[in-house]
């Protein structure tokens, strides 16, 4: 499903990934985990294709495309999404008018009609019920005046009603506290499938617990320098990342 070669990218002239491989295929939960500063969120964006950053070398496979020259709309219609870490405040937009003209800009693109007015009420009724969100909820302004928590749950929201390819969620614990935590991995799991993929950023393990990862990637200086399985990230929570450092000082 994604396919990234040897991919280096910069801002502002200082090189950040220095040399990415990473490969998700269908029906994997992938966990990439590193301390501050090391490129996780760098890493999301540029899959997302935000221009603020520079490809410098290497490519990003979608679907069997190369997507390096996408925009990061023809990329949300291929079907990536990306949760953000601080999602904007939008006044103004309701929750649920932004997501019948994300659904709906995404069906023109697919050449497709747009989605009718009571199949798109069902389905936001679904998805507002799986992630028991609040009815008046999708009647007020996208994130403003939103609680952490209440911009997480609406990212995870938006998440279900898109039904994305990849999703790519970024930092989507910070936070939270544990039943605002419990209900988004809750919403996740429910969303997960043979034929998608989610790539969870994360600082912590206690996000593990609930959206259990089939791989574990650590990030550090802009490379992925280990991988492995869930209990990899059990003992980064027990001793940190200075016995890899260690491991790679060797």
């Given at each position: 499903m994604?396919?990234?070669?040897?991919?280096?990218?910069s801002v502002?002239?200082?090189?950040?990934l220095k040399?990415?491989?990473?490969?998700v295929?269908p029906?994997?939960?992938h966990a990439?985990m590193?301390?501050?500063?090391?490129?996780?969120s760098?890493?999301?964006s540029?899959?997302?294709g935000?221009?603020?950053?520079?490809?410098?070398?290497?490519?990003i496979?979608?679907?069997?495309?190369?997507?390096?020259?996408?925009?990061?709309?023809e990329?949300a219609?291929?079907?990536?999404?990306?949760?953000?870490?601080?999602?904007?405040?939008i006044p103004?937009?309701t929750?649920?008018?932004f997501?019948?003209?994300?659904i709906n800009e995404?069906?023109r693109?697919?050449?497709l009609?747009?989605m009718?007015?009571?199949?798109?009420l069902?389905?936001?009724?679904?998805k507002?019920?799986?992630?028991e969100i609040?009815r008046?909820f999708?009647s007020r302004?996208?994130?403003?005046?939103?609680?952490?928590?209440?911009?997480?749950?609406?990212?995870i929201?938006?998440?279900a009603?898109?039904?994305?390819?990849?999703a790519?969620?970024?930092?989507?614990?910070?936070?939270l506290?544990i039943?605002?935590l419990?209900?988004?991995s809750?919403?996740?799991?429910r969303?997960?499938?043979k034929?998608n993929?989610?790539?969870?950023?994360?600082?912590?393990?206690?996000?593990?617990?609930?959206i259990?990862p089939?791989?574990?990637?650590?990030l550090?200086n802009g490379?992925i320098?280990k991988?492995?399985?869930?209990?990899?990230a059990?003992e980064?929570?027990?001793?940190g990342?200075?016995?890899?450092?260690q491991?790679?000082?060797?």
């Amino acid at each position: 499903m994604l396919k990234i070669k040897n991919l280096h990218a910069s801002v502002e002239d200082k090189e950040i990934l220095k040399g990415i491989n990473l490969e998700v295929k269908p029906g994997e939960v992938h966990a990439i985990m590193g301390p501050n500063g090391s490129g996780k969120s760098t890493l999301s964006s540029v899959i997302a294709g935000n221009e603020d950053f520079e490809v410098t070398e290497g490519t990003i496979e979608f679907l069997g495309e190369n997507i390096d020259e996408l925009a990061p709309e023809e990329r949300a219609h291929k079907g990536i999404f990306l949760s953000f870490q601080y999602p904007v405040e939008i006044p103004g937009v309701t929750v649920t008018n932004f997501m019948k003209t994300a659904i709906n800009e995404t069906r023109r693109a697919q050449g497709l009609e747009d989605m009718p007015a009571n199949e798109m009420l069902k389905k936001i009724r679904e998805k507002s019920e799986l992630l028991e969100i609040d009815r008046k909820f999708l009647s007020r302004s996208l994130n403003q005046g939103f609680s952490g928590g209440e911009k997480k749950r609406n990212e995870i929201f938006q998440m279900a009603m898109l039904e994305p390819k990849l999703a790519i969620l970024d930092e989507t614990d910070s936070g939270l506290d544990i039943d605002a935590l419990k209900i988004v991995s809750d919403g996740v799991n429910r969303l997960k499938s043979k034929d998608n993929a989610v790539v969870v950023i994360t600082h912590y393990q206690r996000l593990l617990e609930y959206i259990v990862p089939d791989y574990v990637h650590v990030l550090l200086n802009g490379r992925i320098v280990k991988s492995g399985t869930k209990e990899l990230a059990l003992e980064l929570e027990e001793k940190g990342y200075d016995w890899i450092k260690q491991e790679l000082a060797v």
